[in-house]
């Protein structure tokens, strides 16, 4: 067990220090050289850059050594990688990739949690929004209820693929927050998302498509004001 929790609190320090560019301008070590500088053993090291790899990270080569790869090789779905991009240095590019991808995923499976949700999936989506109601009056943390409300859409649409993206969206969540919370007095609209809610409830797939991609799209708009500006 506690094999384990070294090779996995090296795997969480050498992934955090690639994505926030800690390899950038300088080669990757080697085993001997992490094995020394983490005090662990080589097997703790090996398996660490194992998962590493197979995370999409590094590529190890014969007589090249073990290399970081560039970021467009990365799993960016590994719910590891999603958590070590939150630590890096806020990026309004980022942020724009993780819109483009929300506006693509996520009104879609509105759509389907209008035609396909059950009672308990649209009950999930209500509890979600009952928080972002809590949350406006100071009850409930924002961030927190309004991740629930997206996320109870994605599991009520009854696909599981759409569910699997949770911890995209997520993320994807916590980044739009830092970067709207600069925006004084720019919260979550929960006109907008009680809109979303009730085309869910009635059945409405068409509504509840254009609703969420109301909700994306400002902040898609606020992120191209930024960009212009500078």
Known sequence: ????????????????????GGYDDQPFPTEAELARRHDVSRSVTREAVKMLTAKGLLTARPRKGTTVRPPSRWNLFDPDVLRWLLERKFSLELLRQFSELRIAIEPAAAALAARASDAEGRAA??????????????NDVPLEADIAFHIAILEASANPFYQQFRDV??????????FTNRFKGRTASLPQH??????IERGDAVGAKAGMEDLI??????????????
């Open 217 to 230: 799209a400002d902040v898609m708009n606020l992120i191209a004001g930024a960009e212009r500006n500078g």
């Open 169 to 178: 969206v997520t993320t994807a969540l916590r980044t739009s927050i830092r």
């Open 1 to 20: 067990m506690l094999g384990n929790n070294l090779t996995y609190a090296m795997l969480d320090a050498l992934g955090k220090e690639i994505v926030t």
């Open 125 to 138: 989506i209500g509890a979600g929004y009952a928080r972002m109601v809590a949350a406006e009056a100071g």
């Open 194 to 199: 009680h809109a979303v809610m009730s085309a």
